[in-house]
C-alpha cells in the first residue's frame, strides 16, 4: 500500500491507503494504545483481499510515523476527539462509504465514529473496545506499565515509534490510572449507532470483561452480533488471525449482499 504523510486539522499524520476495488467500501483500521500501522502487520492486506474491500490505515498522532503529540497530558474526551478528527480525514480523502475496524481504545474510537457521523459509517467491526472504565482494565494498564519499567518493552516499542515511544506511554497509562478517568463512559453515544455492529473480544481478555460486550450490542440502534473466542486474550487479530478474518470477512459479506 502507498504510504505518506497528510496534514488534516494541523497535525500531520502517516497513512497507508489502497484503493483498487472500484464501487466497493473502504475499511478503516484503527489501532490500539501502543500500536501503529506496522503493528497490524498484514491483517488489513489479507482482509482486503478476500473482501474485495480497499483499505485505509493510520498512525494517530504521536504514534508510528506521524508526527508526535505536543505533550501527554490527555482530556477525558480524548478518544471522541480522535473520532472527530477520523470524521476530518474522511472528509479530507472524500471516504464515505466506510467499514471500521478498531482494535482496543481503537475500537473504542470507532464507536464513538459511528455514533456521531453515521452517514459516512456503512459497518463496524470492534475488538476489545472500551465503553466504560473497570477494574480490570485499570489492572492491566498498570501491569503494562511495569513491563515497561522492568523489561526491554521500550526498545521494542521503538522499532515501530522511534524517539514518541517514552511520550505515548506515559500518555496512555497516565490518563488510564488517574482518578478523574473512573467516571468516563459512552454508553450514552451508542443508541446513535443504527449500521450493523460485530463485537469481537477474547474470553480471556486481561483488559476488560465481556460487560463490555453485552453492554455495547445491548444499546446500540442498529442489528449487532457478538464474537467470543475462548482462550483468547486481548489482541484476537493477533492471537487467531485465521479466526477473525473467516468471521470479519463473514460479516462484509453478509453486510454487502443485503
Known amino acids: 500500500m502507498e504510504g505518506k504523510i497528510i496534514e488534516v486539522s494541523g497535525k500531520k499524520l502517516y497513512i497507508e491507503y489502497q ?8 475499511i478503516v483500521f484503527l489501532h490500539d494504545s501502543l500500536g501503529s500501522v506496522q503493528l497490524w ?21 504521536g ?31 472524500n471516504l464515505k462509504n466506510v467499514i471500521l475496524f478498531g482494535h482496543s ?5 470507532a464507536l464513538i465514529t459511528a455514533s456521531k457521523y453515521p452517514e459516512k ?5 470492534c475488538e476489545a473496545g472500551h465503553i466504560f472504565v473497570e477494574e480490570v482494565t485499570v489492572n492491566g494498564v498498570r501491569d503494562a506499565l511495569e513491563t515497561y519499567q522492568t523489561t526491554n518493552l521500550p526498545e521494542r516499542l521503538q522499532k515501530y ?18 482518578d478523574r478517568f473512573r467516571s468516563w463512559n459512552i454508553e450514552y453515544l451508542l443508541e ?7 463485537f469481537i473480544q477474547g474470553e480471556a481478555d486481561e ?49 454487502m449482499s443485503n
Not at 105 to 109: E, P, S, V
Request: proline content about 6%; overall charge negative; aromatic content about 8%.
Open 41 to 61: 502487520r498484514d491483517f488489513p492486506v489479507k482482509l482486503s483481499e478476500v473482501t474485495q474491500c480497499n483499505v485505509l490505515v493510520y498512525d494517530r498522532l
Open 121 to 125: 459509517i456503512k459497518a463496524t467491526i
Open 207 to 255: 483488559y476488560g470483561t465481556l460487560d463490555q460486550v453485552e453492554k455495547t450490542i445491548s444499546q446500540v440502534s442498529g442489528s449487532a452480533e457478538k464474537f467470543i473466542i475462548p482462550n483468547i486474550g486481548h489482541t484476537p487479530h493477533k492471537e487467531a488471525p485465521e479466526v477473525v478474518l473467516n468471521k470479519a470477512t463473514e460479516f462484509i459479506d453478509r453486510i
Open 192 to 198: 446513535n449507532i443504527k449500521s450493523p455492529l460485530l
Open 19 to 26: 484503493n483498487s476495488f472500484e464501487n466497493r467500501p473502504i
Open 105 to 109: 481504545d481503537g475500537g473504542t474510537i
Open 161 to 178: 515509534h522511534g524517539d514518541k515511544v517514552e511520550m505515548m506511554v506515559k500518555a496512555w497509562t497516565e490518563i488510564w490510572l488517574s
Open 63 to 93: 504514534y508510528g510515523k506521524s508526527y508526535p503529540m505536543p505533550d501527554y497530558e490527555r482530556e477525558n474526551s480524548y478518544m471522541e476527539t480522535e473520532a472527530d478528527l477520523l470524521n476530518d480525514i474522511l472528509s479530507e480523502l
